[in-house]
């Protein structure tokens, strides 16, 4: 597995644990930590959603 992999990955279960605390809880980790909407909270979501998209590519692979 690539590291470009790898990031992908953890950032998608970042993602996941993220909604999971949303749903049950109704408690967004990365708004607490970062501020609601803030320029870094967006970047992460940025980054969680093209890892999502990324993670179709890591269904595929043959490695």
Avoid: E, H, P, Q
């Avoid at 993602?15 to 803030?38: E, R």
């Amino acid at each position: 597995m690539k590291v470009i992999d790898k990031i992908a990955l953890l950032l998608i279960i970042i993602g996941a644990i993220n909604w999971g605390l949303i749903g049950i809880f109704d408690f967004n980790l990365v708004d607490t930590i970062f501020g609601t909407m803030s320029i870094v909270s967006r970047i992460i979501y940025a980054l969680v959603g093209i890892s999502g998209l990324w993670g179709i590519k890591l269904l595929f692979d043959k490695d």
